[in-house]
């Protein structure tokens, strides 16, 4: 159990530029959450998947955001056109569905986003 | 909708003391409640979680206790360490479907020596 594992760790960007963030959750973890975290703040959720199906996205996941888990590992969020209100940390989660792991969360160190 | 309230930081201790973070949560359901740290510049690790009413989730010295009644989990801890300065993030699961967890703001504790 390698935990789960996000890259970049950080990431400069200037408005207007497209970036993109990649989450490895824990192998045998069937669901993947992302969630935004700005200063002084606790994490609000973004979308969640459960294998390659993404079951539910929040009203703060604008259609500039778009996330994907191809293979039903791991999984990617993009951020099209950036503002500078994206600048947060982006944080993923997984989850397993089994036993006392149903509703524990495990969660990554995160990418810390500053758009420019 | 689901939410958490927790007190507002920033809270300042001396080392040895007695320590007591409020949260109360509205929730739907039954809930899971959880308890997260995020040390500087580290991410979030689970520190604690009770997953029915009269649970009692510990760890590190730390616990809390699920009160359906009061709708609170509040987290603490009889004897403070410098090494337990972080930010504390009370939580709940909702468990109907996916289970995401939503989060109170935080309470950031300093703790000096």
């Known amino acids: 159990d390698t935990g789960v594992s996000q890259d970049p760790r950080h990431k400069i960007t200037k408005r207007g530029q497209n970036v993109t963030f990649r989450c490895d959750p824990i192998?045998?973890?069937?669901?993947l959450y992302w969630y935004r975290q700005t200063l002084g703040q606790g994490p609000e959720f973004l979308t969640y998947?459960?294998?390659?199906?993404?079951?539910?996205k929040s009203r703060l996941l604008s259609d500039r955001f778009s996330a994907e888990r191809p293979k039903g590992s791991f999984s990617t969020l993009e951020i099209q056109r950036t503002e500078q209100g994206d600048s947060a940390m982006y944080l993923c989660?997984?989850?397993?569905?089994?036993?006392?792991?149903?509703?524990?969360?495990?969660f990554g160190p995160g990418t810390r986003l500053l758009v420019l | 909708g689901n939410s958490v309230t927790q007190m507002e930081g920033p809270v300042t201790l001396s080392e040895e003391a007695f320590l007591t973070i409020n949260c109360t949560y509205t929730?739907?359901?039954?809930?899971?409640l959880f308890w997260y740290v995020q040390y500087p510049g580290e991410g979030l690790q689970l520190l604690l979680k009770?997953?029915?009413?009269?649970d009692k989730g510990s760890n590190k010295g730390f616990e809390a206790t699920y009160r359906k009644e009061t709708t609170s989990f509040h987290l603490e801890k009889g004897s403070v360490q410098v090494s337990d300065s972080a930010v504390y993030f009370c939580?709940?699961?909702?468990?109907?479907?996916?289970?995401?967890?939503?989060f109170g703001a935080g309470t950031r504790l300093f703790v000096k020596a």
């Open positions: 192998s045998e973890h069937n669901r």
């Open positions: 989660a997984s989850q397993g569905t089994w036993g006392g792991q149903q509703e524990t969360q495990y």
């Open positions: 009770a997953t029915k009413a009269d």
């Open positions: 939580a709940l699961s909702d468990n109907t479907g996916g289970f995401k967890t939503i």
């Open positions: 998947f459960q294998n390659e199906a993404q079951l539910e």
């Open positions: 929730a739907t359901g039954y809930p899971s």
